[in-house]
């Protein structure tokens, strides 16, 4: 952790920049639904069978928070029946080097946790 030694005065400017990012990002479905964006436009049923287990109304309330920090734009184009498309703006490549090591990281994570399951012996 020697990156992340810092003064008093560092570490609050750090801690807020961190909240902040939290504060757009929190929970667990609106990096899913970014990285199910990344390839393409895509309808609210492609993305819900995509990140999986969301519920629509908890994927429509992320979707418009996503579109008030303008990382997805909301497109109608109209159909008969009306086609609606979410896709990224330009805006969310700024968090392609967040998102990437994220991955690294979750990758590296769940092979590190497998691999100590395996050396662990079960219980009876």
């Given amino acids: ?3 992340l030694r810092h003064n008093s005065t560092e570490c609050n400017a750090n801690i807020t920049a961190v909240r902040d990012a ?4 929190n929970g667990k479905w609106k990096l899913p639904v ?3 964006l990344a390839d393409g436009p895509r309808r609210f049923n492609e993305i819900q069978k995509l990140v999986g287990d969301i519920t629509p109304k908890i994927l429509s309330n992320e979707l418009r928070e ?7 734009e909301r497109k109608v184009i109209p159909t008969t ?7 990224l703006t ?7 080097n967040v998102l990437e090591e ?4 979750g990758f590296q994570h769940r092979e590190r946790i497998i691999a100590h399951r395996r050396q662990v012996p079960a219980e009876v």
Avoid: D
Wanted: net charge negative; glycine share 2%; no cysteine.
């Fill in 66 to 72: 996503l579109e008030l920090n303008e990382f997805v």
């Fill in 34 to 36: 970014i990285v199910a």
């Fill in 102 to 105: 994220l991955k690294k990281w």
């Fill in 1 to 3: 952790m020697g990156k």
């Fill in 22 to 25: 939290l504060y757009v990002l």
């Fill in 90 to 96: 330009a805006y969310s490549e700024s968090l392609e």
């Fill in 81 to 87: 029946p009306v086609t609606v498309l979410y896709e």
